[in-house]
């Protein structure tokens, strides 16, 4: 008899058989693992592919839809060409700390433009 099952039997507290029944991890897997090793999951051989999202915030409250995707380990191109200087310059300062607080990179593609990439992600320039 396993040590559950006896303690649930101890206490009364009915049929300890439904405690010993093996524990299937992997359906509850994506809700305990970090946003970075889901990622890494998707981008190796033989799960989804890749997927770059593309966002063209208008206002500084679009942050959020920014963050969404790149916790989720997509990376992101931003192009913040149609908000005002001020706004623009709060979602390069938003999009550099999200990066760097989730040990990827941002970088320029154009003007107004950056892409940012996860921390599986390899940059490479010719």
Do not use: N
Not at 10 to 22: A, F, S
Not at 83 to 91: L, P, V
């Amino acid at each position: 008899m396993g040590a559950v099952r006896r303690v649930v039997s101890y206490l009364g507290l009915g049929d300890g058989d439904q405690y010993d029944e093996p524990y299937d991890y992997d359906e509850y897997e994506d809700e305990w693992m970090p946003a970075s090793e889901r990622a890494a999951r998707r981008w190796g051989a033989g799960g989804d592919p890749a997927r770059i999202v593309m966002i063209r915030p208008r206002k500084y409250s679009d942050a959020l839809l920014v963050g969404q995707h790149f916790r989720e380990g997509q990376a992101v191109i931003m192009d913040v060409a149609g908000m005002s200087m001020a706004d623009a310059t709060r979602m390069v300062d938003f999009a550099a700390g999200l990066t760097y607080g989730c040990e990827g990179r941002i970088e320029r593609i154009a003007d107004k433009v950056f892409l940012l990439a996860p921390a599986d992600v390899e940059i490479t320039t010719p």
